[in-house]
């Protein structure tokens, strides 16, 4: 059940008098003949445009303050997969094997051993809060020490993400970090041909469509064959019904009209 609001009145004025509520709020209400000290079941507050005004700014500050939440939290997100999420993998192949997952940011959030002397490579090695580069020299130095390698030995390089670009560039890059801090020594630096093989497959898949051949519509035999009759016999147009013979006889009826050749009637 809703409470109902009584006031007191505190001060009186020639317009409005100052009332304190229930709840311990001192409001202004219009003077309908109050006294000091009356207490009222119901009253006209005064709500003036500096108070709207103010209601509103309060309003506004709140917006732009939840926007604000929202953006950080938005940002902060963003920001724990950039440097936290893993994005690729980088193997460095020594004999011993060693498996980096690195984020966005480049930093190392997973180190693993792919065989058995790799994981001897990386026992006891702290890999937090460093990025790649630190990580891969420190793993050589460490293989170095340990005798897995020496002047003459090799270093194969992987990096494997779904980017390509990502995937040349780190494979590159490390690649000239480690040829950098060994320069002393005579170990080789290569990348593995797995990874370039599958950036040239990824550039080859992109195919541009060539015109549109054109099509050639073939006509179909009907279903009857034309064995080169026609139809007629071989002497159609030399037999036309007639046996040659005119009706006539060869004799000289010709020359004979009718009438004798005298004249006489």
């Keep these: 059940m809703e409470k109902k609001t009584t006031y007191l009145v505190m001060e009186t004025h020639p317009a409005y008098a100052i009332l304190l509520d229930n709840e311990g709020r001192f409001v202004k209400a219009a003077n309908c003949g109050y006294e000091r000290g009356d207490r009222l079941e119901s009253a006209v ?17 709140m917006a732009v303050s939840l926007a604000a939440c929202i953006c950080l939290a938005i940002f902060g997100v963003e920001q724990y997969r ?18 980096m997952e690195v984020s966005r940011s480049g930093r190392v959030v997973e180190l693993n051993g792919t065989n058995a002397d790799g994981k001897s490579l990386i026992d006891g090695y702290e890999y937090e809060g460093k990025d790649r ?6 793993l050589a130095d460490r293989a170095i020490e340990m005798d897995y390698l020496a002047d003459g030995g090799e270093i194969v390089i992987t990096a494997d993400a779904q980017s390509a670009e990502w995937v040349q560039v780190s494979e590159r890059e490390i690649q000239e970090e480690l040829e950098g801090h060994l320069a002393e020594y005579d170990i080789r630096i290569v990348i593995s041909t797995a990874s370039e093989k599958m950036i040239q497959e990824e550039t ?34 030399g037999d036309n019904g007639y046996s040659g013979d005119s009706g006539y006889s060869d004799g000289d009826d010709a020359g004979d009209s009718g009438y004798d050749d005298d004249g006489d009637d």
Aim: proline share 8%; hydrophobic share 25%.
């Design 45 to 61: 507050l005064l709500r003036y445009p500096q108070d709207a005004r103010a209601k509103r700014r309060r309003r506004i500050r």
């Design 82 to 99: 950039y440097v936290f999420v893993p994005y690729g993998k980088i193997q460095m192949e020594i004999n011993p094997g060693v498996e």
């Design 133 to 138: 580069y630190e990580v891969a020299d420190e």
């Design 204 to 237: 080859e898949s992109i195919t541009i469509p060539g015109p549109a051949q054109e099509t050639q519509q073939s006509v179909q035999p009907s279903g009857e064959v034309d064995d080169g009759d026609s139809g007629y016999g071989d002497d159609s147009y």
